[in-house]
């Protein structure tokens, strides 16, 4: 219990004193997450919408596959990225493991099966009679889908608001592919777990209590944006 | 079958179904430009389909849509352009959630009209659904009755060509009610659009509509004026589904110079028919149409029996009776004259009406 008290007064204390370390790899957790979920937002908005709008055969099949990837390990896209990424890899020549663009695109593999999945669900929640009223006033397919995702932007942004929490709190592969770099590709997640194996546990319980805050304030934000 | 000359929307041979279900029958139908045609049926004859195909929301399972004289293709972008010079209210309105404003507008944003071209648009016509202060609002916070107004106010900001509405005042208190229909009657004469309305409410599209198709199990089995259709139903569903009361099963017993015989029972009822003597047919009287006396009098009128007041009901302003004359009639009179001439039941009455107001049928026609 001590651990947790303790880590409750220091994480005050480093956030109060603006931390340098601590803002950096509160940052870097931020920016990383942020441009994954950015980036798999403009891809899976769009991909959803047309998944649902269009009625094609294996359509159910394609959802279910999509759903189940929702509880895929990040461990294990941790591990397709690094050996896509790797020096003997496919893609080695771009020279990005142990770089944040390895994260950010592990991290938007991780999270755009439920950005996608979430988008189609959310679009589906949409009456049937709103997508007849918006064709019968003369919109056009695209017209239509861009209403229905107006139409469904809490949801919406419920489901971004979900990509972006699995990302900014997933360790595995940040950690496989970002490798900790200290001042490079540290993020809270992976100094959480570093500072837990030295043994300072206040330290990580005061980053554990950071990351919390973070998404405490996006949710906020997040919540603002809803209630316009 | 009578086709206005320049029809804006023709139908034909269209059937369609719902998987096993055949919900519309070979349906033949010209709408004239500028024409209120209201479609009238119960729940379930297959109106709400009917104007879905029309509106191309549906591709009909065979036959064809004529769209201001030509063929309405069964997919591509031409149904798009074709369906912008229509709109349809669809009986449950379904606003967007959006602000009433940003509601109105969007049918004019999709067809890439300016903005102030849009403001302008928009401001009247929420003046004139009475809806001006409610600019800001969003209109999922509405009641029904301004929904209603709203999604009226959508497709007319948009002067359609052809208005299709879907009972626009299903589930609505009488004043909104009363309200709507001003508002389409207003836009049928102001600005000449063509009008089709299903409706179920009998009253609504005798008031409003030019021509009446009635619509019963998929199959339009009359189409007419409006007094065609009240005065003279083409067979016994559409009498029953008019309001006709009295449908009295009989035999033609003597004809002369267009006048008939109709043997009841014994009873013998004049009308007006070509039918020949013989022929099994079914005789209609508008309850209305019945005068009650407590004596014979002289009049023009041809039938008149003697009866005896077996029920009265009252139906606000007016009461409905019962009576025998040896076969079941019923009377619609105002309740002061149920008053004044103490009609209860037992009272032996004289039931008369004109041998034009009885309208004969043969038995049995099914269409």
């Known amino acids: ?228 | 079958m009578m086709k206005p000359l320049s029809s804006i929307i023709e139908v034909v041979d269209l059937s369609h179904s719902y998987g096993e279900r055949k919900v519309l029958q070979d349906l033949n139908l010209g709408i004239g430009k500028g024409e209120v045609f209201a479609l009238i049926g119960p729940t379930g004859a297959g109106k709400t389909t009917l104007l879905r195909i029309v509106d191309l929301l549906e591709v009909p399972g065979a036959g064809e849509i004529y769209f201001d004289g030509k063929c309405v293709p069964r997919s591509g972008k031409q149904r798009l352009e074709i369906r912008r010079r229509m709109s349809f209210i669809h009986q449950k309105p379904q606003v967007f959630n959006l602000s009433v404003y940003d509601n109105v507008a969007c049918g004019l944003r999709w067809r890439g009209e300016g903005k102030n071209g849009i403001a302008e648009k928009v401001d009247h016509i929420l003046e004139m659904v009475g809806l001006e202060g409610y600019k800001n609002r969003n209109a999922r916070t509405l009641s029904g009755g301004e929904a209603q107004r709203v999604a009226l106010a959508r497709s007319l900001v948009l002067e359609p060509e052809v208005l299709l509405l879907d009972e626009p005042t299903a589930n609505l208190d009488p004043i909104s009610t009363a309200k709507i229909e001003q508002l389409i009657s207003y836009v049928a004469r102001q600005h000449n659009t063509t009008i089709i309305m299903a409706t179920h409410d009998m009253s609504q599209g005798q008031q409003l509509a030019d021509r009446i198709g009635v619509l019963l199990d998929g199959r339009l089995v009359q189409i007419g004026n409006v007094t065609d259709i009240f005065r003279s139903p083409q067979n016994e569903e559409v009498a029953h589904f008019v309001g006709m009361e009295n449908i009295i099963e009989g035999v033609i017993s003597a004809s002369n110079e267009g006048i008939v015989m109709v043997n009841i029972g014994g009873n013998a009822l004049q009308a007006v028919s070509n039918y020949p003597v013989g022929k099994e047919v079914y005789a209609c009287i508008r309850p209305e149409d019945i005068t009650l006396a407590l004596s014979r009098t002289q009049s023009s009128a041809r039938n008149s029996f003697q009866a005896k007041v077996t029920r009265v009901t009252t139906l606000g302003p007016l009461s409905r009776v019962e009576i025998n004359c040896g076969f079941r009639l019923v009377a619609l009179v105002t309740k002061i004259s149920t008053e004044e001439l103490n009609l209860q039941v037992g009272r032996e009455v004289y039931a008369t009406f004109k041998a034009t107001g009885v309208h004969v049928m043969e038995k049995g026609i099914r269409q």
């Open chain 1, 1 to 228: 219990m001590t651990e947790i008290w303790h880590g409750l007064t220091k994480a005050i204390e480093l956030i109060i004193s603006l931390d340098p370390e601590v803002m950096e790899i509160a940052g870097m957790s931020l920016r990383i997450s942020g441009t994954s979920c950015l980036l798999a937002s403009l891809i899976c908005l769009p991909l959803g919408s047309l998944i649902y709008s269009h009625h094609f055969r294996g359509k159910r099949g394609l959802i279910n596959i999509i759903q189940t990837l929702f509880s895929m390990p990040t461990v294990l896209v941790g591990l397709l990225v690094f050996v896509l990424f790797s020096r003997a890899g496919p893609l080695g020549f771009f020279g990005i493991l142990l770089t944040p663009t390895a994260m950010v695109i592990g991290q938007m593999i991780l999270i755009t099966p439920l950005l996608l999945g979430l988008t189609i669900s959310a679009l589906s929640g949409v009456s049937k009679e709103i997508v007849d009223t918006a064709t019968s006033l003369g919109a056009s397919g695209f017209q239509t889908v861009w209403l229905v995702l107006r139409e469904a932007r809490y949801a919406v942004l419920a489901a971004v608001t979900m990509g972006f929490g699995r990302a900014i709190s997933e360790v595995g592969c940040a950690m496989m592919v970002g490798g900790n770099i200290r001042g490079f590709t540290r993020v809270i997640t992976t100094a959480i777990s570093m500072e837990t194996s030295k043994g300072d546990f206040e330290l990580a319980m005061a980053l554990g209590i950071i990351l919390l805050f973070l998404a405490l304030i996006i949710n906020i934000v997040l919540n603002r944006l809803q209630q316009r």
